[in-house]
T-cell receptor
Framework: DADVTQTPRNRITKTGKRIMLECSQT?????MYWYRQDPGLGLRLIYY???????NKGEISDGYSVSRQAQAKFSLSLESAIPNQTALYFC??????????????FGPGTRLTVL | SQKIEQNSEALNIQEGKTATLTCNYT??????LQWYRQDPGRGPVFLLL?????KEKRKERLKVTFDTTLKQSLFHITASQPADSATYLC???????????FGRGTQLTVWP
């Protein structure tokens, strides 16, 4: 089974709709992240969480919100979707220890299209 | 602001040659750099990490160097194969522990 799962894998929605993307992990990591990826722009950080009670904004948090329901679950919401939020969204996790410090493990991605 | 750049958006090489990808950073001195591989429609996968006190790191056909004077990391794939075709991303940890800054990636194509 995959260590980091994302649902849904694909979603088409309309402008103004509320949508939630979900991420679950079985790696036992405390740290979780949400990124979006656009052609030519690379990975940009939306929000990150270092434990259940910790939520931090990334580079592009406007128009998004998150919820860390448990250590293993981190959800991303678009309160009122707009077309320029059409992108590939990735959830990632990392541990807090040394070794391959902050090696991030990514989910398979959610392709979101806002019409 | 902390910034990371990968100079080439695309690199095309012939099978068997060595591919060299470049990653530069500015306005920060990271403790380490990471390299990831991303296949189309999939999430990035970690390949290698190199720390600031390491000049070179190897893993099978992969080699990474880290020059803190030039503020640059080079990623080499020797004896490249078509299966190496993918996008390669570099990333460094910024001043916030646990947070990575990613470059835009270099799309490598290895042709037979």
């Amino acid at each position: 089974d995959a260590d980091v799962t994302q649902t849904p894998r694909n979603r088409i929605t309309k402008t103004g709709k509320r949508i939630m993307l979900e991420c679950s992990q079985t790696k036992g990591h405390d740290r979780m992240y949400w990124y979006r990826q656009d052609p030519g722009l690379g990975l940009r950080l939306i929000y990150y969480s270092f434990d259940v009670k910790d939520i931090n904004k990334g580079e592009i948090s406007d128009g998004y919100s998150v919820s860390r329901q448990a250590q293993a679950k981190f959800s991303l919401s678009l309160e009122s979707a707009i077309p320029n939020q059409t992108a590939l969204y990735f959830c990632a996790t990392s541990g807090a220890g040394t070794g391959n410090s902050n090696e991030q493990f990514f989910g398979p991605g959610t392709r979101l299209t806002v019409l | 602001s902390q910034k990371i750049e990968q100079n080439s958006e695309a690199l095309n090489i012939q099978e068997g040659k060595t591919a060299t990808l470049t990653c530069n950073y500015t306005n920060y001195s990271p403790a380490y750099l990471q390299w990831y591989r991303q296949d189309p429609g999939r999430g990035p996968v970690f390949l290698l990490l190199i720390r600031e006190n390491e000049k070179e790191k190897r893993k099978e056909r992969l080699k990474v160097t880290f020059d803190t004077t030039l503020k640059q990391s080079l990623f080499h794939i020797t004896a490249s194969q078509p299966a190496d075709s993918a996008t390669y991303l570099c990333a460094f940890r910024g001043s916030t522990l646990g947070r990575l800054y990613f470059g835009r990636g270099t799309q490598l194509t290895v042709w037979p």
